[in-house]
Nanobody, 123 residues
């Protein structure tokens, strides 16, 4: 069983940067795509970015303001977010699974999820 735990969320001001971490444990992690999604209140989970080996993809929601990275030795994925605004307020989730390229933006295709970390951006 794969376990994911996010950290790094909090309250920041508009224009600030924030880095999130997702620590993973369990079998088969090196073969799994890891991704970040966010979910605003009463909203669906929106794809932000994914990484598998050297293949990195960004969704339109935060493209140009985020950088995803991964340390396989530490089984940890990271999300660096810049120029945050109130519209970025959401719960940010880490996900993992054997997801193929054409499904990487589809939250339903990821088998494992963390509980999420709240990011609140004040104006």
């Amino acid at each position: 069983q794969v376990h994911l735990e996010e950290s790094g969320g909090g309250l920041v001001q508009a224009g600030d940067s924030l880095s999130l971490s997702c620590e993973a444990s369990g079998p088969g992690l090196s073969d799994y795509r890891m991704a970040w999604f966010r979910q605003a209140p009463s909203g669906e989970r929106v794809f932000i970015a994914s990484i598998l080996n050297k293949n990195i993809f960004y969704g339109d929601s935060m493209k140009g303001r985020v950088t995803i990275s991964r340390d396989n030795g530490k089984n940890t994925a990271y999300l660096r977010m810049n120029y945050l605004g109130p519209g970025d307020t959401a719960v940010y989730h880490c996900a993992a699974g054997p997801v193929v390229y054409w499904d990487l933006r589809n939250a339903a295709k990821y088998d494992y999820w963390g509980q999420g970390t709240q990011v609140t951006v004040s104006s």
